[in-house]
């Protein structure tokens, strides 16, 4: 059986075109049993089918970073998804949710890296990401499941690119993560539509401290055998629960200390069509 025509493969397939096709497709656990391994691989690949027709790699980002999700799934690590760069949108810009199936959008605290990281390569990966990260940002993320219903077990999860589908990143702040006093816990967040609270938490509900970040996505990288260009996000983990993305308003997020980031939308998801 060839690489193109095996199951993994298959399933990728079916999940890229979920994404281009804005078509939501059966859960992958209905007919298939998948390790965890195994979802990871058809993220690779999905992945890879992206960056072959131009979509590059620009970031990655965590979830289930609050113990509250953890525990609803039923899992006790953290998983990792990739970011390309058709999914990156402009702070105070536009978002036509045409793109999209059935999009929530949720607070989260950003990092960018000022220089590449490869943690294969390195002898202390988690040290040498916190030295090459060079800015941090508030930021809003758009998860898109392409299950019906927006409904999925964990390696379906995984394997759909833990539900990444855009962001935006507020105004960049220099910081200095090398410094143990480099902290961002215990910082309100807040989300709006069209200036109404629509969710409240904290930056403390991502892993305790959005910094506490950096080693998990270190080590997932590595495993995952994920070179970072500079200049790529980190998206730490959101802050509150995702709340559903209408169109036709303004979302953002505020953090203090670290400044608010705002999107509008257009248009109407493909699931509402």
């Known amino acids: 059986m060839t690489a193109s025509t095996s199951p993994l493969s298959r399933y990728a397939s079916a999940l890229d075109e979920a994404v ?36 590059r790699l620009v970031g990655v980002k965590l979830g289930f970073t609050s113990k509250a999700k953890a525990l609803q799934m039923g899992v006790s690590d953290v998983i990792f998804g990739r970011l390309h760069a058709c999914g990156e949108y402009v702070d105070g810009g536009g978002v036509a949710l045409e793109a999209f199936i059935h999009p929530r959008v949720e607070p989260e605290v950003a990092f ?33 499941s392409r ?13 759909d690119n833990t539900s990444a589908a855009g962001f935006v990143t507020g105004p960049w702040q220099p910081t200095d993560l090398t410094s143990a006093a480099a902290r ?17 938490g904290s930056t403390s509900d991502i892993l305790g401290d959005p910094v506490l970040a950096l080693p998990a996505i270190a080590r ?35 953090v203090p200390g670290l400044g608010s980031v705002r999107v509008t939308t257009t248009g109407t998801p493909a699931e509402e069509r």
């Open 147 to 159: 299950y019906r219903d927006f409904r999925f077990s964990l390696t379906d999860v995984v394997a």
């Open 220 to 254: 997932m990288a590595a495993a995952q055998r994920v070179v970072l260009p500079a200049g790529s996000v980190l998206l730490a983990g959101a802050a509150t629960a995702a709340v559903t993305l209408p169109g036709g308003v303004t979302v953002s997020a505020a």
């Open 184 to 200: 961002f816990d215990d910082r309100p967040v807040t989300l709006e539509i069209d200036g109404a609270v629509v969710a409240t």
């Open 112 to 144: 960018r890296l000022g220089a590449r990281f490869d943690a294969r390569a390195s002898a202390d990966p988690e040290a040498e990401l916190r030295a090459a990260v060079d800015a941090v940002a508030p930021g809003l993320e758009i998860i898109d």
């Open 20 to 55: 281009t096709s804005r078509r939501a497709i059966a859960q992958l656990s209905r007919s298939a049993s998948l390790t965890l391994d195994d979802a990871y691989r058809v993220q690779a690949l999905s992945s890879d089918l992206r960056t072959a027709r131009g979509d």
